[in-house]
Structures are given as structure tokens and as C-alpha cells.
């Protein structure tokens, strides 16, 4: 598949790489057909989500350890069963990343640690939980 994303020019998604979001995504319920990109020759610590139902829709993505933090959350079954997780270990979580609208006290990127991405990496599969307050753990380490 072929499409034409405003970031990343004229790219071509194999079938293998299609991640499948059945639920979407909240506020994006309509689009449920991503890819997991990265900047060609970008040091992949900041993911593209590139919707391949509107290309211009992308997401920017980091993992929780790529921001000095561990994140623990429980599934549903209803959210396991979405997935299709049988094996913890094909869960890849990711956090929404944004560079801050406000400057100067924000400049940078902002995180949004309340709805991480999940993605079964095994079945391609996705969702986005949103996080009731008390719901996960998060632990910030201070890198040194």
C-alpha cells in the first residue's frame, strides 16, 4: 500500500505491517489501519503512528523507558481479547509525544502517560487505553 504522508513524503506499507486499531483511536474511532514508522536514518527513539486510512493523521510515539519511566497497567479481558494477547511479552506499550504548545516553560515534548498505546506486536494489533487515575503505576528513574 502506498500513500502519501505529509511528514514523511511518498511511503509504501507492506501488508505485514499493518497495524490493526479495531476500536481506533479515541477522537480517531474512524481510522483503524496504522503503521509504526521511524525518520529514515533517525535513531528510532521517536516512532511515526501513521494512520493509512487518513495520511494526515500521525501520531508521534516513545517508549516509557526512552523517558527514564517503567509503566505497569492491567488489561481487561475485553482489551486482551482486542489484542489478541495470549503472551505478555508481545505487548509493546508507547507513549504520545507532542512538542509543547506553550513557551517558554514548556518547550520540549510533552507526554501524555494517561492513554498509552499498546500494541501486540505478534498479531499487529493496537489499542489505546485510557487510564483512570490510580488505574497503572508509573515509576520515574533518574538517569545518571
Do not use: W, Y
Not at 95 to 108: F, H, L, M, Q
Not at 116 to 134: A, F, S, W, Y
Amino acid at each position: 500500500m502506498k500513500i502519501e504522508s505529509p511528514l514523511l513524503g511518498a511511503i509504501e506499507v507492506s501488508d505485514d505491517k499493518v497495524i490493526e486499531f479495531p476500536a481506533g483511536l479515541p477522537g480517531f474511532g474512524n481510522l483503524h489501519r496504522f503503521a509504526l514508522l521511524h525518520e529514515e536514518g533517525g535513531e528510532g527513539r521517536i516512532f511515526l503512528l501513521q494512520s493509512l486510512d487518513d495520511a494526515s493523521v500521525t501520531f508521534s510515539l516513545a517508549g516509557p523507558e526512552q523517558l527514564g519511566i517503567t509503566f505497569e497497567l492491567p488489561l481487561t479481558d475485553e482489551e486482551t481479547a482486542m489484542l489478541r494477547l495470549s503472551r505478555p511479552e508481545d505487548a509493546v506499550v508507547a507513549i504520545v509525544v507532542r512538542k509543547g504548545d506553550e513557551a517558554p516553560a514548556s518547550a520540549g515534548l510533552r507526554a501524555n502517560f494517561m492513554a498509552p498505546v499498546i500494541i501486540n506486536i505478534r498479531q499487529q494489533r493496537g489499542l489505546q487505553k485510557v487510564i483512570e487515575k490510580g488505574a497503572c503505576d508509573i515509576i520515574l528513574r533518574v538517569r545518571g
